[in-house]
């Protein structure tokens, strides 16, 4: 059968492309008609850059790996054909020896949506129809808002991120950066018992966000954070979500010595890393990356409510208007954000 994909080529240089799928009664597949996509920094990035670090667009590849979608064909019993699911779009080999661990984050031959890490690369989810395993698909209450699911995947990424920081209840946290990844950690440790939560970052729009979902009190980057340094630091765990060098050091700054601080912000390499002040303060610096079984944890908590993703929703776009998207996703200070529709 033909889907229309949304396809990146190369920088700036994205299409919509019609493509062949096969559904060939694999029992282990399902066919999926995509309802919505969420757009995020790795779509932007290709769109951007055509590449991601040293993985270069080399052929077409289908962008999106945040995506919900309806049941067309199944041979799960699990499964009822017209029923929406989340789609979970990593996929471990569950051979290697992380897999084996309950690691498969870490899995050495993941193929995850949308990635140019292998060639051919993985095909992400941004097209009107798509083959994927039953495993992937994972149900939740029907009435569920579709412009909530689709934050699944992200959500999960920060759940994973704070579960980094081991039991968080009663604890004072910092977030530096609050776009939409440093929001939805601050609404998963509001929700995982987090006394505290304060954020900072350098645009008054994305602290009234934060605010939104959950922070106690948030400060714009050029405050002062004097007394946040006292006594050695405040802070017993802190998220550093901007991947700015500046924000690294304000976060071993303000996080209290023997106290940790989960790295998941992107950034560019930190040229002068005050290595001093986290050897001192005995500081535990923890990198976060995708997730586990954190995704089944985010598709209950949007399902049943637990949790609201919509303040972070900015725009929607028809998915033939995928380039008009891209720009409006690339543009950080007013939008945080956007969805594709693929079908109502
Ligand atoms: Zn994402
Ligand atoms: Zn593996």
Redesign the pocket.
Known sequence: MKTQSCVVKGAKNVDIMTQDIQYDDNPEQTLIQIIRG?I???DLHYYQHGKIGNYEIKHPMVLG??VIGRVVKTHSSRLKIGQKVAINPSKPCLQCKYCLNGESNQCENMRFFGSAMYDPHVDGGFTQFKVVDTAQCIDYPQDAPDEVMVFA??LA?CIHAVKQAGDISGKKVFISGVGPIGCLVVAAAKVLGAKEIICTDLSQRCLDIAHQMGATKTLLAHEDFTEYAQHKGEFDITFEASGHPSSIERCLTVTKAKGKIIQIGMGANVPNFPIMSLIAKEIQWIGSFRFVEEFNTAVEWLGTGKLDPLPLLSATFPYQELEQALITAGNKNDIAKVQLIFTE
């Open positions: 969420g995020c920094g790795s790996h945040e995947e992200p990424v």
